[in-house]
Nanobody
Framework: QVQLVESGGGLVQPGGSLRLSCAAS??????MGWYRQAPGQQRELVAR???????NYADSVKGRFTISRDNAKNTVYLQMNSLKSEDTAVYYC???????????WGKGTLVTVSS
């Protein structure tokens, strides 16, 4: 069965950095990415990356966040630099299976940016 396990969230000061990891298993995944949801807000796309390495970023994180993946480990990463209070949210890993195009979600990891 497909399983996505996130890690790396926590409390960080403004301007600091965090690196999120999502280890996926149970399938071959085409697109993998990160979404986030702040209190009272809708879930939004942060970044995604395809199996071929094509990336997309939300305008609010361009130049600060970098998404990458290790295909051998079936793991996607999100390097988060120059963090702002506005980045505070629960971050969810998302993965789309290569053949059935089914989307799966992790349970989420909380990122809190505060002084």
């Amino acid at each position: 069965q497909v399983q996505l396990v996130e890690s790396g969230g926590g409390l960080v000061q403004p301007g600091g950095s965090l690196r999120l990891s999502c280890a996926a298993s149970g399938s071959i995944f085409n697109a993998m990415g990160w979404y986030r949801q702040a209190p009272g807000q809708q879930r939004e796309l942060v970044a995604r990356i395809t199996l071929e390495g094509r990336t997309n970023y939300a305008d609010s994180v361009k130049g600060r966040f970098t998404i990458s993946r290790d295909n051998a480990k079936n793991t996607v990463y999100l390097q988060m630099n120059s963090l702002k209070s506005e980045d505070t949210a629960v971050y969810y890993c998302n993965a789309q299976t290569k053949y059935a195009y089914t989307n799966y979600w992790g349970k989420g990891t909380l990122v809190t940016v505060s002084s």
